[in-house]
């Protein structure tokens, strides 16, 4: 094991954080194979997280966490991570190594390279592809990452060991660990993540605003209940991905726009031919979607 006695610090015990830290404690052999430590900014979330076996150890003074650590996991929204970087710095081990969660690498890269001057080659990004409308350290979930894939996005000068110790604690908690250019993982997810977040929101607020009274929510069927589940999620992380990824969406959502118009027009003139076509194309590539999610499931 690659963290073999290491000291991990999770900064930002919020849904992710501390699903890393319980899926970490949950599968290890023993208390000596490698410590959690945890940084919130609140002392009541270090106690919960304490209370949870969520860390082993854990303080709202990150100097106090940081000093200690050899692996740092950062858990923030995106619009936090140039501040916690900025804050663990003088802190940091001579051998640390850094990693983060966010949705968006581009901004990562970005705020890694206002604070430490250049992308160091100890801090690999990374991002899994796992998730939930549910946010806060109470939404702790040890199976969270459990066969799903976690995107890694080092460049050319990443230090293998580094990379490689990332690698290995995603491994332990389960997921399966891909690498990606940043540029690439920045438009497949504004894609497959941050335009249907987006829809959902916007449907939400569409039908709330329709019906003064909510009337409407009490005949909805399970396929706005499917459709929507995401609207639910934290605003302060969606707002920060939003606008990290900004031209990313923009893109996506301009091709979503001008083919939903093409819909619009063929339901408009009873166009039979173009609203089928459009219908089984999607059926089509929803049942290889159903292909791939059952593939992974049985890796
Ligand atoms: N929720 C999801 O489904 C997924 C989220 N992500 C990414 O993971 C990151 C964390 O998201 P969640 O854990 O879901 O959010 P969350 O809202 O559950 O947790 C974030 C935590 O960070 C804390 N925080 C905010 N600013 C901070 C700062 N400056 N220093 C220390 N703590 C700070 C908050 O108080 C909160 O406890 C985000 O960057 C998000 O884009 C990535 C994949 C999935
Ligand atoms: O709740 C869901 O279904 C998600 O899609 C979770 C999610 C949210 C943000 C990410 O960057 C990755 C995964």
Known sequence: ??????????????????????????????KDDFK?????????????ALDNCIIDQGSSDLESMAKQADIIVLCVPMLSIESSLQAIKPFLKDQVILTDVGSVKD???RASKKVFG????????GHPIAGAEKSGVMAANSELYDCHQV????????????????????KFVGAHVVEMNVEHHDHVLAATSHLPHLLAFSLVNTLNHRSENREIFHYAAGGFRDFTRIAAS??????????????????????FTADLDILKEA?????????????????TAREYFTEVLQARSNK
């Open 107 to 109: 901004e990562v890269i």
């Open 267 to 283: 339901i408009s003139s009873n166009d039979e031919q173009t609203i089928k076509s459009v219908l089984s194309e999607a059926k």
């Open 151 to 170: 995107i890694l996005t080092p460049d050319i000068y990443t230090d293998k060991i580094a990379l490689n110790t990332i690698e290995s604690i995603w």
């Open 234 to 255: 934290e605003t302060t992380m969606w707002h920060d991905i939003f606008k990290c990824n900004k031209d990313a969406l923009l893109e996506v959502l301009n091709s």
């Open 1 to 30: 094991m690659l963290f073999y006695n290491k000291n991990i610090l999770i900064v930002g015990l919020g849904l992710m954080g501390a699903s890393l830290g319980q899926a970490l404690i949950k599968r290890r052999q023993s």
């Open 36 to 48: 959690v430590l945890g940084y919130a900014r609140k002392q009541q979330t270090v106690d919960i």
């Open 118 to 125: 250049n992308m160091p080659n100890y801090f690999v990004p």
